[in-house]
């Protein structure tokens, strides 16, 4: 799996959206970007994830750069409860060699 | 909406005992995952099933650690001895297949004195 670059930590105040950035350089054409996110002593929670085109859910969006190196997710209305670690992770979705490799992600505090 | 159950949710015991987690995943989940999260780490996978079936255990330290998923539904994982450094969260995941996206469950925290 590709490896992800991504800030160690950013604040961000409550009602403001927040753009967390995640570098990709080396993302090869079949590997998606996920986002998911941990708040503290929970198990991660899934966000979204792309391909290569933009995407939008009930939580959040993905922004995929055109050439796939970089992306953003935007938390359009931050609130305290968006306090978390936040990891992008590169992975195929295929049968073989699927599994999450996490790094070290950023660390989201919201701010009121 | 369907969640990843995983008990117990805290364990604390003492270096060389044996120690169980269980996962029940999310209903109709083919594909099933264990991680662990040292303290101030990203998870790490430890073993991942296809049904009953292990399709990649290549970072299990099978000295000591198990894991079992006898009818492809819930499943097990076992340590024996514990060791000190074995305290660590242990994550349980579940995905429609094995392509699809991963689901957590809570976690069981692990505390070897």
């Known amino acids: 799996d590709a490896k992800t670059t991504q800030p160690t930590s950013m604040d961000c105040a409550e009602g403001r959206a927040a753009n967390l950035p995640c570098n990709h350089s080396?993302?090869?054409?079949?590997?998606?970007v996920y986002w998911y996110r941990q708040i503290h002593s929970q198990g991660p929670q899934y966000i979204i994830h792309g391909l290569k085109n933009n995407e939008t859910n009930e939580m959040a969006s993905l922004i995929i750069t055109e050439d796939r190196k970089s992306s953003t997710l935007i938390l359009p209305h931050a609130t305290l409860r968006d306090t978390a670690v936040y990891y992008c992770i590169v992975r195929v979705n295929q049968a073989a060699g699927n599994k999450l490799t996490f790094g070290g992600g950023t660390r989201v505090l919201v701010k009121p | 909406e369907a969640e990843v159950a995983q008990s117990p949710r805290y364990k604390i015991t003492e270096k060389s005992q044996a120690v169980a987690f269980w996962c029940d995943p999310i209903s109709g989940h083919a594909t099933l995952y264990w991680y662990r999260q040292i303290l101030g780490q990203g998870p790490e996978l430890l073993v991942q099933f296809q049904d009953e079936s292990v399709v990649d255990d290549s970072q299990l330290p099978k000295d000591r650690f198990s894991a079992e998923r006898l009818k492809g539904v819930d499943s097990t994982l076992k340590i024996q001895p514990a060791e000190l450094g074995d305290s660590a969260m242990y994550l349980c995941?579940?995905?429609?297949?094995?392509?699809?996206?991963?689901?957590f469950g809570p976690g069981t925290r692990l505390t070897v004195l």
């Open positions: 080396t993302i090869s054409g079949n590997e998606y």
């Open positions: 995941a579940s995905s429609l297949a094995q392509s699809r996206t991963q689901y």
